[in-house]
């Protein structure tokens, strides 16, 4: 499937540029010269847009506003957007991410940094098109499930499992996607330890997929398993999630600071944690989290 991307900026050669390079890259693109109009390209068919590149400043509508719009829009909230600006300031990134923009760029673009964020968000946009179509084909004699115990060693297998699990869940297609970000945590960066500094310059060169595959087959990671429980009661859901990794400093990445907007990664347990869960809690050195959602009306509590 050729994804979709909306490019608004009122520079006209910087807009030819993105459109060019996006092309390149076998992207469908939809351009607009101002934030009203992206807006408004935006609302006619939100369901059409795997990504959003944004500049912050544009006449009649700014980035902030396009952005701020987004996020109130049930389809469009889940679209991961970028902003490419030259307003570079720390304040002012840290105002961009606040805001809920998925990855920041300043100017001048640089092709290659511009390129690994690109796919970076298409993949998370496409990862969460599947567990949305995954969780609408589950069949759900799992919603009589109160407790449960399962192993993991893939990918594939974290993807296959966050959908199975969130389909219990109110918000499922959120729970879904913070779920995939917590165990494919586990698995990248637990299990066959990937650091968060290999992993950006594996994206950024296009060569995180064989590295991962790579990694995955060693003799050393065969046996290493990723272990989830999962528990549901009358008035919350926990997930606890176990790597064999020695663990993490997982206190850096609760929140997304603005020194790491510019890498195309780093995001999986801070959106987790503001869109997916009530709370998440870290234990230990790490390498196990627990992750709850409370169920806070009696619509919500478990049938059966």
């Given at each position: 499937?050729t ?42 068919r ?95 004699p ?5 407790i ?20 219990v ?98 995001r ?37």
């Amino acid at each position: 499937m050729t994804p979709t991307i909306l490019v608004a900026d009122d520079e006209r050669v910087n807009l030819s540029l993105v459109v060019t390079l996006l092309k390149e890259e076998s992207c469908r693109v939809v351009s607009a010269e101002d934030g009203l109009t992206a807006w408004e390209l935006l609302e006619k068919r939100p369901e059409d847009y795997d990504a959003v590149i944004l500049d912050r400043k544009m006449p009649h509508m700014t980035g902030m506003d396009v952005l701020a719009k987004m996020k109130t829009h049930e389809t469009l909230k889940m679209v991961p957007v970028i902003f490419q600006t030259s307003m570079d300031k720390a304040e002012e990134i840290a105002e961009g991410l606040q805001a809920g923009v998925n990855y920041y760029l300043t100017k001048p673009l640089r092709k290659k940094i511009f390129l690994a964020v690109v796919k970076t968000a298409l993949s998370g946009r496409l990862l969460y098109r599947s567990l949305w179509k995954g969780l609408r084909q589950v069949e759900n004699p799992f919603n009589m499930t109160r407790i449960g115990y399962f192993e993991l060693q893939t990918p594939e297998e974290a993807q296959m499992l966050s959908s199975l699990l969130a389909s219990v869940c109110p918000r499922s297609n959120k729970v879904a996607l913070g779920l995939w970000e917590l165990l494919l945590n586990a698995v990248e960066h637990g299990n066959i330890g990937i650091t968060y500094e290999e992993k950006a310059a594996l994206l950024e060169k296009d060569e995180w997929e064989t590295e991962l595959k790579r990694r995955l087959a060693l003799p050393e990671n065969a046996p290493r398993k990723v272990v989830v429980q999962f528990e549901s009661s009358d008035t919350e859901i926990r997930f606890l999630v176990r790597d064999q990794g020695p663990g993490f400093d997982w206190r850096s990445f609760m929140e997304f600071r603005p020194d790491r907007a510019f890498d195309p990664n780093g995001r999986g347990i801070h959106m987790a944690r503001t869109l997916s869960f009530d709370r998440i809690e870290y234990i230990g050195s790490g390498n196990q989290v627990m992750a709850v959602i409370e169920r806070k009306d009696e619509g919500l509590r478990v049938k059966g």
